[in-house]
C-alpha cells in the first residue's frame, strides 16, 4: 500500500495533498498511461488543464482507476481564451465532460491575462459557478495567489479592487 501524503489546508478548509501528479506537456493516450501510473504509486492529486488538452485521457484513467473519487483530488484550469462574462460555466463544463467527472476539487484560473483585463469579471464568474446549486458540481475554486501578484506595479491598482470586490478570498497557492 503506498503511503499517505499529507494535506494542506485551503482557505476554506479543504485538504489538498501536498504532492500532486500533472500532465502538461502530454497528450491524451500518454497522460492516460501516466495518470494510471502515478495513481498504482499512490499519488491522490492530478493536475491539468484545458490547455493541456489531455483532460479527456486524465479522466479515462481516473474512471478505469479502483481509486474511489471522494479519495482523489483533480485540479483543472480555465484558460485565457475563456476569460469575461459568460464564458467560464461553458469552459468548465466543457472540462468537466472531457474529464467525465461530475465535479473537480480545485478549478483554477491558469493565468488572469492582465492585458485583456477580465480578471475581476472572471474572478466574478468563478464565485457565482461556485455559489450556484445548479454549479455546485465544482468543490472549490481558486485563483493562485501568485497570480495575482504577478501582475505587477502597472496592475496593482486592478488587483485591489478584484480584492475589495470579491465575495470570496482567492486561495493560496
Not at 499512490?42 to 490547455?51: E, K, M, Q, V, W
Not at 501582475?151 to 493560496?172: Q, V
Amino acid at each position: 500500500m503506498p503511503a499517505t501524503v499529507p494535506d494542506v489546508p485551503l482557505n476554506n478548509s479543504v485538504g489538498m495533498p501536498q504532492l500532486g501528479f500533472g500532465v502538461f506537456q502530454v497528450g491524451d493516450d500518454e497522460a492516460r498511461a501516466a495518470v494510471a501510473t502515478a495513481l498504482d504509486c499512490g499519488y491522490r492529486s492530478i493536475d491539468t488543464a484545458a490547455l493541456y488538452g489531455n483532460e479527456h485521457g486524465v479522466g479515462a484513467a481516473v474512471s478505469a482507476s479502483e481509486i474511489p473519487r471522494e479519495e482523489l483530488f483533480i485540479t483543472t484550469k480555465l484558460w485565457n481564451a475563456d476569460h469575461g462574462a459568460g464564458r467560464v460555466r461553458p469552459a468548465f463544463e466543457r472540462s468537466l465532460d472531457k474529464l467525465g467527472l461530475d465535479y473537480v476539487d480545485l478549478y483554477l484560473i491558469h493565468w488572469p491575462v492582465p492585458s485583456r483585463d477580465l480578471f475581476v469579471e472572471t474572478w466574478q464568474e468563478f464565485e457565482r459557478l461556485s455559489a450556484g446549486t445548479a454549479l455546485a458540481r465544482a468543490k472549490f475554486d481558486g485563483l493562485r495567489r501568485n497570480a495575482i501578484f504577478a501582475l505587477g506595479p502597472a496592475r496593482a491598482r486592478r488587483a485591489r479592487a478584484l480584492l475589495e470586490r470579491l465575495t470570496r478570498t482567492p486561495a493560496p497557492w
